[in-house]
């Protein structure tokens, strides 16, 4: 077997507490392609990986600050360049009843962006991924906590990093083909 | 355990009753839409409302083929049933998106059990609002020309108009509610995909996963989306309503013409929605057995919201009364003489007796948590929240300015099958969700069991 069909090695924990804890030492023994996967979110769990996105506010701000400019130039184009209608000698810009659609827009593109930026940074929807081929994976949306080895990280050798993974006290272990 | 705030609640009512571990909380929730066969309560409530719902189809249907002249309006009340009908289901909404944004964000973990199934009522009754407002168009066929689109025509929406602002909020909060309860769904319809046993389920809810995994590096982002969304969801709720009032307070007629209008329907939205959630929940919980997630204290927490809301829905009320004396305006003045002596006083004096004083119950802490007592408390507020809107739109509109325009409203028997009706749609959208989707987010419900705290080493 060559080693590019195996996708990495997966531990499998029963407490929140063992996972925080194993991911810590999986990362402090230098481990840097890891993952961990839990039923439920645990802030723990990031920091134990090393883990801290700063990208999906960002595409929020983006999102909203897009919304924003839209929605006002939208009216702005279409009451003062391309119908302007004088009421009364009123000015065609008349900006504070432009604010609530201004407002409703933000809102509206900073949502979308968050959940279709959210998803497309995680890598979804992916309709395969190899994790999956591990039967007790099934668990990891109900009450297992799954830890990873990806193999392509430099410090994989499959003897070595079972070795590894049984000091943790797993409750199982499994080899991940892709 | 030192701080005596933390005590106080840990004497409350627990959030979710001890005893649960990870995998009892999935199987409970998860089987009611897995393996327990489908009762026969389900499916006679079900038939019930989708018999309504085909009279919904048949009134809309006739009103399409005669126009809005089979209904009750008419100069001087133009709008009638359909936006009084259009304003109590929106205001219904409210409390779902509070429930799951403000009090996510105010860090209210109990909202966990009730949120996922609050913002399902949401959904569908801003559906069910948004019927209204097209039906009521004339040409429902033409509501597309609501929306800033390049036309033939070579027109635009007038922006300056608060119509066309609540077209761009309902439809707004529509979206974002249907996209915070979707992404709410995913973990959770990725437990569903890997317990349920049937093909076709798997396939279903795979595909509505979209791949879920659990990953630590998803949830994180997960996790900053969801908190996002609540931030955003949160101004959003509180200005759908507010344009709502808008449509009435930014014109001239007396009554609506009111700066208290915007906080007052935000309190009163909430106080419906609270109502409706109630409605909801005790039915739900005793019917599938969950009083175990749906606890007396959420009872009781949901109450004291209602009474809290009621009591700025009561301040309203007396800041009305009290400017249509103070402000010396004779129309004002007018229409508060109208609203107590006039045609439809009885409706003023039942809209009292409903919003104010039988909610006043509440503050009785047993009545808080019995859910008979609750129940029937929750329907009275929803009528009296419908008579409010009804007072608002038709008493200010039949006697305006000049009594040579007056005139009466009476609602035809279209009117109220379309009412009956969209009450029966919502029925059915509830039934069909609380049988193919978990109704009680089992994700978050995790969280909250003491085997996930992560202790500090």
Redesign the interface.
């Known amino acids: 077997m060559k080693r590019t069909q195996i996708y990495g090695m997966m531990a499998e924990f029963d407490?929140?507490?063992s996972i925080?804890?194993a991911?810590r030492l999986t990362h402090e023994a230098g481990y840097r392609k890891i993952?961990?996967?839990?039923?439920?979110?645990?802030?723990?769990?990031?920091e134990a990986?090393d883990?801290?996105?700063t990208?999906?506010?960002l595409v929020?701000l983006v999102g909203g600050i897009l919304g924003g400019l839209s929605g006002f130039f939208?009216?702005y184009w279409?009451?003062v360049i391309?119908?302007p209608?004088n009421?009364g000698g009123r000015p065609l810009n008349?900006w504070p009843?432009?604010i609530?659609?201004t407002?409703?827009?933000t809102?509206?593109f900073?949502?979308?962006f968050?959940?279709l930026?959210?998803?497309a940074?995680?890598g979804?929807?992916?309709?395969?991924?190899p994790?999956?081929n591990v039967p007790r994976?099934?668990?990891?949306?109900?009450?297992r906590f799954f830890l990873i080895i990806f193999s392509s990280d430099p410090k994989y050798e499959p003897a070595e990093t079972r070795r590894f993974l049984e000091g943790l006290n797993p409750r199982s272990i499994a080899e991940v083909p892709s | 355990m030192d701080d005596p705030a933390q005590e106080l609640i840990n004497k409350q009512a627990p959030v979710i009753e001890p005893g649960y571990?990870?995998?009892t909380v999935?199987d409970k929730i998860s089987s009611i839409v897995l393996t327990r066969p489908t009762s026969n309560g389900w499916f006679v409530g079900f038939g019930i409302a989708f018999l309504i719902t085909m009279g919904l189809l048949y009134a809309v249907g006739y009103l399409f083929v005669r126009g809005v002249g089979i209904w009750g309006v008419n100069i001087p009340v133009g709008w009638g049933f359909a936006i009084v009908n259009f304003v109590w289901w929106i205001g219904i909404g409210h409390a779902g998106t509070l429930i799951s944004a403000i009090l996510l964000l105010l860090r209210q973990s109990w909202r966990n059990s009730i949120n996922r199934f609050a913002e399902a009522m949401t959904l569908f009754a801003v559906a069910c609002a948004g019927m209204f407002p097209v039906l009521h168009l004339g040409r429902p066929w033409l509501a597309y020309w609501l929306f800033?689109y390049p036309n033939t025509m070579?027109?635009?929406?007038?922006?300056?108009s608060?119509l066309?602002?609540d077209v761009?909020?309902v439809s707004?909060y529509a979206?974002?509610s249907l996209?915070?309860w979707?992404?709410g769904l995913i973990?959770d319809l990725?437990?569903l995909?890997?317990?349920s046993e049937h093909r076709a389920a798997q396939i279903v809810y795979g595909m509505l996963a979209?791949?879920?995994?659990?990953?630590?590096?998803?949830?994180?982002?997960?996790?900053?989306?969801y908190l996002?969304?609540a931030g955003?969801?949160t101004?959003?709720v509180l200005?759908v309503h507010t344009?709502v009032s808008?449509d009435f307070a930014i014109g001239i007629v007396p009554g609506w013409h009111t700066t208290i209008f915007p906080p007052y329907f935000v309190a009163g939205a909430i106080y419906s929605g609270f109502a409706m959630v109630l409605m909801l929940a005790i039915p739900i919980r005793k019917f599938y057995g969950l009083e175990d997630f749906i606890t007396d204290r959420h009872l009781n927490n949901s109450a004291k919201v209602m009474l809290a809301t009621g009591l700025i829905v009561a301040y309203g009320y007396g800041i009305e009364a009290f400017m249509g004396w103070y402000s010396g305006n004779r129309y004002d003045a007018f229409l508060l003489w109208n609203r107590l002596h006039g045609p439809y006083a009885f409706f003023y004096y039942l809209l009292l007796l409903c919003n104010i004083g039988i909610p006043q119950a509440l503050w009785i802490k047993k009545l808080r948590t019995s859910p008979g007592w609750l129940f029937l408390i929750s329907g009275i507020i929803l009528m009296g929240m419908w008579l409010e809107r009804f007072i608002i739109v038709v008493v200010s509109l039949h006697r305006d300015f000049l009594t040579s325009s007056w005139g009466m409203y009476y609602p035809t028997r279209w009117d109220w099958m379309t009412y009956i009706g969209t009450i029966g749609f919502f029925l059915a959208c509830m039934f069909l969700f609380l049988r193919v989707l978990p109704m009680i987010s089992i994700?978050?419900m995790?969280?909250l069991l003491p085997?996930?705290?992560?202790?500090a080493?």
């Open positions: 407490t929140p507490d925080v804890h991911a993952d961990a996967y839990s039923p439920f979110p645990i802030e723990a769990l990031a990986i883990f801290h996105p990208d999906v506010p929020v939208l009216q279409i009451h391309n119908y209608i009421v008349s009843a432009f609530v659609v407002f409703e827009m809102i509206l900073a949502g979308i968050a959940v930026g959210m998803l940074l995680n979804l929807p992916m309709p395969y991924h994790v999956f994976f099934a668990f990891a949306s109900k009450d | 571990t990870f995998g999935t800033p070579k027109v635009w929406p007038q922006f300056r608060p066309v602002w761009f909020a707004t979206t974002i996209l915070f979707f992404i973990p990725a437990t995909r890997d317990r979209m791949g879920w995994r659990g990953s630590t590096r998803h949830w994180a982002r997960y996790e900053m989306a996002l969304l955003l969801a101004p959003l200005s344009v808008f994700f978050e995790r969280t085997e996930a705290e992560v202790k080493e």
